[in-house]
């Protein structure tokens, strides 16, 4: 028998050997082990949010959901439980607890499960440098990695890192992302119970989580709490009541406060090209747009309203499918209070069936028509529930028969719905009413002019609907959008405001082709001689062509490319003068931008600033102002907003401010003094050319005195066929184009024409860029000036003021309404005094100026 003294020696030699094997498998393994400096400076993979100007959070890019948090902003019964259920004895060991261990060798060799043998920092090892494989050599590593993490990180470092790794289920890691996931809450604001779930998740994540097995996380959650009660955490009243608690979790997202998906999908797509698709979804990047959230839902309304607006003024297309096909559609259909009603009922099983394929579009949604009486109609919605839609909700839906005629009005509702009918329906004030999904587009975008800072963009009806953002990728046909570019042109050629121009009709033989050109105007009226303001006003056609010629196109294509046009999207022929040209709303956007900023170009830009996860800032924008000189923005700036209950107009400061010393100043392309004319000019367009003088519609842009805001210009746009309309306008520190058009260049925005009962068309008008384009400006603005105090264009140098006969253009001594005052540069004014009274002609003849149908012109 070994005496006590030998089995010691051989025990410490049995130590010795162990010490030695240790040593020599960690000098083995010395070179391959990863090194834990890293974790002094550990980079969160946390996803990429998107926030508007005033921290409002519009999208979360990334699939691993984390929230880093301190281990000071965790609250204790947290931490507490997750000493209690993971490693009790976490401040007390060097990383690999022996007793844990001994235990868990003893429960290996007894085949009895007495507990793992991982510590917080073996785990910490293991998921930021190992594999989850089973094997000895890796859990020899893991101890030896436990070993440098403790030699370089305190406890509570380690801890903290834990907290934050750690996956949790539904691709949440970290304590902060999983209270979001499964309670949308904060950490500080979790239950005890809740914590006690969360607690049990590191165990199994993927099988114990609240959402996916209930049953076992409720298990689970007993054990964690009958830990804590044993490590003194909690009293023995805390641990029943949690336990009574039910499991209340529940799947959530990032909490968007800003739905905005083609200003989130711009900004994301800036990030990924700046950092790469990795870096970008993994840096835990902060990104602030330039983006309102008040002029970002504003516009999204406007663009939503204005497409519904025109989709329905073109009848309805019909249902999107039928429950309940009948054979013979000519019939009439039957009615709910009809005795012998052959169609079977809708069951609200077979309603939520069929309508679980169709999507939700802003507050349009599908439904089942269940019955349909005189004048009203009762369907069914996803969630089981009817309501009714009244005439109100149901007249305007003509049959849709093409783009250019509808039919009759209905009279009934049966000559609209049947029963089985699957169509959409939106929520109004008022109840709901007959909806379809529009097959139009739109698109709509607001720069501060001073910066070109994107203040609104909406390039669709929908995102989910479609992808294709048509602000920044949809090049269309400008139409009449590029008219004050042309005239622009010409003031630098030497025409003024009072210069006569002739609108006459043109007729050009085009040897090429062998068929004669005849621009027209729209309506094909003509004035003969017309002053250059009046001409621009009414978007005379022919006055655009001839301005083009006199000016030649070899200067005007380098001409409009200084409004940042590119010339390849500008065809080398007279067309162009009629907005043959193909541009982006942005591009035109920023063009007209040079007009209101005093001419300058700025190039528009979406972020702001961006941080990383801790709040520090990574990059902040410094944006080419447009300032001559630049230090006085930050004195005049101040009086133009002061009063203003939105800190829009600051922009222009903060970037002056956190710009380095020398501002960044944008290139000037044209005269202060040609951008004032011009802004006078398009201001005509909204006001009119000559006040108190008949017709009071003389400008295409009439509708926006609505507003009534004298401060603001702007031009409407409508191409041939009217397969776009536009119109774009600004004040002086906001510029916003809208556009309308089908995605498919085949179709046209047609007219509202159809057959009335009595067998006769009626028409009631054709789409244009005023009555298309720009109620959707309209609306926006009425939301954005509402933030602007009024503020007039500012008179540069060189400029005076002479009055002048409006007929002639000539200066005149009268002083009725014959005469208004012009401006003109310096040298340009004219010198001839005019020498009879010709104004009665145009001011009380019989309206030889006609509008279109509509009122307008175009």
């Known amino acids: 028998m070994f005496s006590i003294k030998n089995l010691l020696k051989t025990g410490a030699a049995l130590i010795f050997i162990g010490i030695l094997a240790l040593a020599g498998i960690y000098m083995s393994m010395r070179s391959n082990l990863p090194s834990v400096e890293s974790l002094k400076d550990l980079q969160w993979q946390t996803p990429m949010q998107i926030f508007s100007s005033d921290g409002k959070l519009i999208s979360q890019f990334g699939e691993k959901k984390r929230i880093p948090l301190t281990l000071d902003e965790m609250p204790q019964q947290l931490i507490n439980a997750i000493l209690a259920t993971e490693d009790d004895r976490f401040y007390l060991h060097f990383g690999v607890d022996p007793i844990g261990m001994g235990r868990a060798i003893l429960g290996q060799l007894t085949g009895q499960n007495k507990g793992g043998a991982s510590t917080i920092t073996m785990q910490v090892a293991r998921n930021f440098f190992l594999t989850r494989e089973q094997t000895y050599v890796r859990k020899i590593r893991e101890i030896f990695i436990s070993f440098h993490i403790e030699s370089l990180l305190t406890k509570d470092e380690i801890l903290a890192l834990y907290m934050n790794k750690i996956s949790l289920g539904h691709r949440s890691f970290g304590f902060g992302a999983a209270a979001q996931v499964y309670y949308g809450k904060d950490v500080k604001e979790l239950t005890l119970a809740q914590i006690a779930v969360l607690a049990g998740l590191p165990k199994a994540p993927s099988t114990m989580n609240p959402i996916s097995r209930p049953d076992r996380a409720l298990q689970r959650r007993t054990v964690v709490l009958q830990r804590m009660y044993t490590a003194d955490y909690i009293t023995a009243e805390e641990m029943s009541a949690a336990n009574k608690e039910p499991i209340s979790a529940i799947k959530h997202g990032a909490e968007i406060e800003l739905s905005a998906p083609y200003i989130a999908e711009m900004a994301h797509q800036e990030m990924v090209d700046r950092f790469g698709k990795e870096a970008a979804y993994t840096g835990g990047y902060k990104v602030f747009t330039t983006v309102t959230s008040k002029l970002q839902y504003a516009a999204q309304q406007a663009v939503v309203n204005n497409i519904l607006a025109y989709d329905q003024r073109h009848g309805y297309r019909g249902p999107i499918s039928t429950l309940r096909p009948i ?79 509808q039919a009759a009005p209905p009279t009934i509702a049966s000559e609209i719905l049947t029963i089985g009918d699957i169509i959409m329906v939106a929520a109004t004030e008022s109840g709901y009413r007959l909806s379809q999904l529009p097959e139009v587009s739109s698109a709509l975008v607001s720069l501060a002019t001073d910066s070109g800072a994107i203040k609104a963009a909406v390039g669709g009806f929908s995102f989910d609907q479609s992808q294709f953002n048509r602000v920044t990728q949809a090049k269309r046909q400008v139409g009449s959008n590029i008219k004050p570019f042309i005239y622009s042109a010409a003031l630098d050629s ?24 005849r621009p027209k105007n729209s309506p094909p009226v003509y004035n003969g001689e017309i002053r250059f303001r009046l001409a621009l006003a009414q978007s005379k056609n022919v006055i655009a062509v001839r301005l083009l010629r006199e000016v030649g196109l070899d200067k005007i294509i380098p001409y409009l490319a200084l409004f940042g046009f590119n010339p390849e999207d500008l065809p080398r022929n007279e067309s162009l003068a009629l907005g043959s040209a193909s541009l982006t709303p942005i591009e035109v956007a920023t063009g007209f931008a040079t007009f209101a900023n005093g001419g300058f170009l700025i190039k528009p830009y979406l972020i702001e600033r961006i941080e990383d996860s801790f709040g520090k800032v990574l990059f902040q924008a410094n944006p080419a102002m447009a300032c001559d000189p630049c230090e006085e923005i930050i004195t005049t700036v101040p009086e133009v907003i002061d009063g203003s209950s939105d800190n829009y107009a600051l922009d222009v400061i903060d970037q002056i401010q956190l710009a380095p010393k020398t501002v960044n100043k944008a290139p000037r392309v044209i005269s202060a003094q040609n951008a004032f004319l011009m802004t006078e000019a398009l201001n005509s367009a909204i006001w009119g050319a000559d006040w108190n003088v008949k017709p009071f519609w003389q400008g295409t842009g009439f509708r926006a005195r609505v507003l009534k805001r004298r401060d603001i210009a702007g031009k409407t746009g409508t191409t041939n066929q009217a397969k776009d309309a536009w119109f774009s306008g600004y004040s002086r520190r906001l510029v916003t184009t809208s556009w309308i058009g089908f995605d498919n260049p085949s179709r046209n925005l047609g007219q509202t024409t159809y057959n009335s009962n009595l067998g006769k068309e009626q028409t009631t008008g054709k789409e244009f860029g005023a009555k298309s384009a720009q109620p959707a400006w309209i609306n926006f603005m009425r939301v954005a000036l509402a933030e602007l105090p009024v503020e007039y264009f500012e008179q540069p140098e060189a400029l005076m003021s002479v009055r002048i006969d409006k007929v002639s253009g000539k200066l005149t001594t009268k002083t009725d309404k014959s005469s208004r005052f012009e401006y003109f540069e310096l040298g340009t004014a004219p010198t001839e005094y005019i020498s009879q009274d010709v104004s009665s002609e145009i001011l009380d003849g019989d309206g030889s100026i006609t509008p279109n149908e509509d009122g307008i012109f175009d």
């Open 327 to 405: 054979d013979d559609q000519t019939q009439t259909r039957s009615t709910s209070d009809s005795s012998d009603n052959a169609i079977a009922p809708i069951t609200v099983e077979e309603t939520i069936a069929a309508l679980a394929p169709h999507g939700s579009y802003h507050s349009i949604v599908p439904a089942v028509v269940t019955a349909t009486f005189e004048q009203s109609a009762k369907v069914r919605l996803q969630d089981g529930s009817e309501v009714n839609i009244d005439w109100q909700g149901l007249a305007w839906a003509r049959a849709y028969i093409n783009d250019d005629k």
């Open 494 to 517: 030497g025409y003024t405001l009072a210069s006569i121009v002739n609108d006459a009709p043109i007729n050009q033989w085009d040897r090429s082709s062998g068929v004669v050109w």
